[in-house]
Antibody, heavy 118, light 106 residues
Framework: QLVESGGGLVQPGGSLRLSCEASGFAFDSYGMSWVRQAPGKGLEYVSGITGVGGTTDYADSVKGRFTVSRDNFKNTLFLQMNSLKIEDTAVYFC?????????????WGQGTLVTVSS | IVLTQSPGTLSLSPGDRATLSCRAS???????VAWYQQKPGQAPRLLIY???SRAAGIPDRFSGSGSGTDFTLTISSLEPEDFGMFFCQKYGTSPLFGQGTKLEIK
């Protein structure tokens, strides 16, 4: 199970930290991703991180502003979002990668809504 | 790479055959193409990976095919629960999604 939290309303230029608490599987054995969906729009891959956290990737749209990390002792995935823009408004899903397939997402949380507005 | 899905909306009836297209702007290995279904208010669900392999628990009325730049998701006989949004994805290096096809009840 994957449960996201930390979403909310933030002003442009502000920061927010999302969390995704995992349970029911060996968290450190799986790569994890964040995917977002703007209201009424499609899916956008945001970021990914390997099981031990040594490798990460980011979409160009968030590179330099967002940072993905994980705490394998607490079975939790994070997304630190800085310098937020209005276009970052979306539901943010965390998802578990299918073993050894980077970006292939077999299990998803229900998402947390981030609204960037003044 | 850009993934373009067509049609934007597909209106069909239960029992019909649905054919959804995903065209890539560059060659994509069949090893790295997936399809997801998303219903309103829900998270996406993985249907197909490696172009044609069904994910666990996915009924065999769902099938995937294609190669090169053209990929297809086929639903052989639509059930009422099959309607929703469908997204193709290239995974591996720099994952990305198509813009989606809405499959609605006619």
């Amino acid at each position: 199970q994957l449960v996201e939290s930390g979403g909310g309303l933030v002003q442009p230029g502000g920061s927010l930290r999302l969390s995704c608490e995992a349970s029911g599987f060996a968290f450190d054995s799986y790569g994890m991703s964040w995917v977002r969906q703007a209201p009424g729009k499609g899916l956008e891959y945001v970021s990914g991180i390997t099981g031990v956290g040594g490798t990460t990737d980011y979409a160009d749209s968030v590179k330099g502003r967002f940072t993905v990390s994980r705490d394998n002792f607490k079975n939790t995935l994070f997304l630190q979002m800085n310098s937020l823009k209005i276009e970052d408004t979306a539901v943010y899903f965390c998802a578990r990668m299918v073993s050894r397939n980077w970006g292939l997402l077999g299990h998803w949380g229900q998402g947390t809504l981030v609204t960037v507005s003044s | 790479i850009v993934l373009t899905q067509s049609p934007g909306t597909l209106s069909l009836s239960p029992g019909d055959r649905a054919t959804l297209s995903c065209r890539a702007s560059q060659w994509v290995s069949t090893s790295f193409v997936a399809w997801y279904q998303q219903k309103p208010g829900q998270a996406p669900r993985l249907l197909i990976y490696e172009t044609s392999s069904r994910a666990a628990g996915i009924p065999d009325r769902f099938s995937g095919s294609g190669s090169g730049t053209d990929f297809t998701l086929t639903i052989s006989s639509l059930e009422p629960e099959d309607f929703g949004m469908f997204f193709c994805q290239k995974y591996g290096t720099s994952p990305l999604f198509g813009q989606g096809t809405k499959l609605e009840i006619k």
